[in-house]
């Protein structure tokens, strides 16, 4: 039941992010039941509306960092240290994604006892 409170209050923050894009706003829906998440591809617009609203500070109110896991670029300026570990805040994974001329990113919520106790997962994607 608290998984289904959370993930339901996280879903309504995203779609608020995603709203704040525009009207012409059109986030991806991924379901992925073998994998126990489901989340949203969102366009670079959407990306840019994310970083700079209030979702990612409110998220990290109720979601411990330590719970939420970035799928870094290759080609990213966040710190990783030597066991994997990602150094750096919801905001400024989602915002080194919007600054770039085509970045976006995939959000997932996670279902309980599934990708090692993480609630959300964060994945960066650009080309240039």
Avoid: K
Avoid at 14 to 19: D, S, V
Avoid at 92 to 117: C, K, L, W
């Amino acid at each position: 039941m608290r998984f289904a409170l959370v993930s339901s209050a996280l879903l309504a923050l995203l779609t608020a992010g995603f709203a704040g894009a525009g009207t012409a706003a059109a986030a991806d829906p991924i379901a992925e039941p073998d994998q126990g998440r489901v989340g949203a591809r969102l366009t670079h617009e959407e990306t840019v509306a994310l970083a700079g609203g209030p979702v990612p500070a409110v998220v990290s109110m109720f979601v411990p960092l330590n719970r939420i896991g970035a799928g870094l670029h290759d080609d990213t300026q966040i710190y990783r240290d030597q066991n994997g570990g990602v150094h750096a805040s919801l905001r400024q994974v989602i915002a080194e994604s919007a600054s770039h001329p085509d970045g976006t990113v995939t959000v997932y919520v996670n279902a309980p006892g599934t990708r090692n106790g993480r609630v959300l997962d964060v994945y960066q994607n650009w080309t240039s």
